[in-house]
């Protein structure tokens, strides 16, 4: 396990968010994870802060709903492309995607939700905040057309406790 600074997180975070990450969550024994492609990373309210977007109607705001953490897993220069493909067609109300995948679900350093063991990039968030997108003051352009269906993403905060890879 090798600790990445702020710079190289964001550096190798924001080169494959592009090609896609797992977002975890788990609330209880119930445990969930979705491909991400969108996000931002920065500083805010004097923090380190990950932000994904996550949409209402995913099951996975449903747990994150009810959950003070998430993790973000990112396979660099590892080919999870079916894996990634799988877990951001299929939900979790229906299929148990650990199981179907086989992805193994592995403890977390500073938070509840595992990390997930065939990526090897690892990001462990404390969430602080959520916000639901305000439609009135979203410009018109990406409103129609990102949510032509009107199902707009919840901006979930997460305070970056730990970030590593491992082998
Ligand atoms: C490459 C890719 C990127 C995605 N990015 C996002 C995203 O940033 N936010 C989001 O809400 N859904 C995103 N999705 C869609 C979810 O991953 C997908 O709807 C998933 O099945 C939701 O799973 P769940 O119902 O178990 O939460 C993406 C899908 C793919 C294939």
Known sequence: ???????????DYLTQLVKGAFLTVKNGKTLNTMTIGWGTIGYIW??????????????????IDKSDSFTVSVPVEKDLKAALKFCGTESGRDVNKFEALGLTAKPAKSVE??????CNLHVECRIIYKQLMEPGTLADDIHEKSYPQHDFHVMVYGEILDAYYTD
């Not at 004097?46 to 747990?63: A, F, H, S």
């Open 46 to 63: 004097n923090k380190p802060v990950l932000m994904v977007p996550v949409r209402l109607q995913r099951y996975t705001y449903n747990l």
């Open 113 to 118: 939700t595992p990390i997930i063991g065939e």
């Open 1 to 11: 396990m090798r600790s990445v600074s702020f710079q190289e997180l964001s550096k």
